[in-house]
């Protein structure tokens, strides 16, 4: 079974760091590239960032670029997001999504990241 | 970047057909993807490349796209499909890659 569980998410102060992990099994990870995407609470879904299978090629949303990290380590099965400088905007549920060519076609149950003084 | 704009809402009753738009400039020329999101639950994909379905969506489910409007179409609506649908594309003429919609509450009466 195809499975990815994401942890790390918390509670943070602004400014503050957090490193999300996401935890693959049930296929070949290093063959697919992956993605983080998250929501708000009680709005939609927005795009974060994506890796591609060896880890070689990144990208970022706007609102995260340069703040946020992407990678993956493909002899543990896992995918990160290394989150600096958090802002309360930030706060909202981090999933990660399995990619298959432009869209997605497994998705975790989501890690909360809560940004609060 | 690229906007995908969707209905905030749809209501239907059961056994009737729902159908769920997404529009964008010249969208008919991408490839639309749609998710589900049940409240609580993560995202399902449930129609891909405008019209594919993954293994184990009911054929009830299907997709087009045209022009300036992709549009999910949900036939003989059950309760069950009382859910957030998001439409999707890949955007590679932007940093932005991926674009999602605004998404839509499906609500069955």
């Known amino acids: 079974e195809v499975q990815l569980v994401e942890s790390g998410g918390g509670v943070v102060q602004p400014g503050g760091s957090l490193r999300l992990s996401c935890a693959a099994s049930?296929?070949?990870?290093?063959?697919?590239?992956m993605h983080w995407v998250r929501q708000a609470p009680g709005k939609g879904l927005e795009w974060v960032s994506l890796i591609s299978g060896d880890g070689g090629s990144t990208y970022y949303a706007d609102s995260v670029k340069g703040r946020f990290t992407i990678s993956r380590d493909n002899s543990k099965n896992s995918l990160y997001l290394q989150m600096n400088s958090l802002r309360t905007e930030d706060t909202a549920l981090y999933y990660c999504?399995?990619?298959?060519?432009?869209?997605?076609?497994?998705w975790g149950q989501g890690t909360t990241v809560t940004v609060s003084s | 970047s690229y906007v995908l704009t969707q209905p905030p809402s749809v209501s239907v009753a059961p056994g009737q057909t729902a159908r769920i738009t997404c529009g964008g400039n010249?969208?008919?020329?991408?490839?639309v993807h749609w998710y589900q999101q049940k409240p609580g639950q993560a995202p399902v994909l449930v129609v891909y490349d405008d019209s594919d379905r993954p293994s184990g969506i009911p054929e009830r489910f299907s997709g087009s796209n045209s022009g300036n409007t992709a549009t999910l179409t949900i036939s003989r609506v059950e309760a069950g499909d009382e859910a957030d649908y998001y439409c999707?594309?890949?955007?590679?003429?932007?940093?932005?890659?991926?674009?999602f919609g605004g998404g839509t509450k499906l609500t069955v009466l």
């Open positions: 999707q594309v890949w955007d590679s003429s932007s940093d932005h890659l991926v674009v």
């Open positions: 010249n969208i008919g020329s991408k490839s």
């Open positions: 999504a399995k990619a298959r060519a432009t869209c997605m076609d497994v």
């Open positions: 049930g296929f070949t990870f290093d063959d697919y590239a």
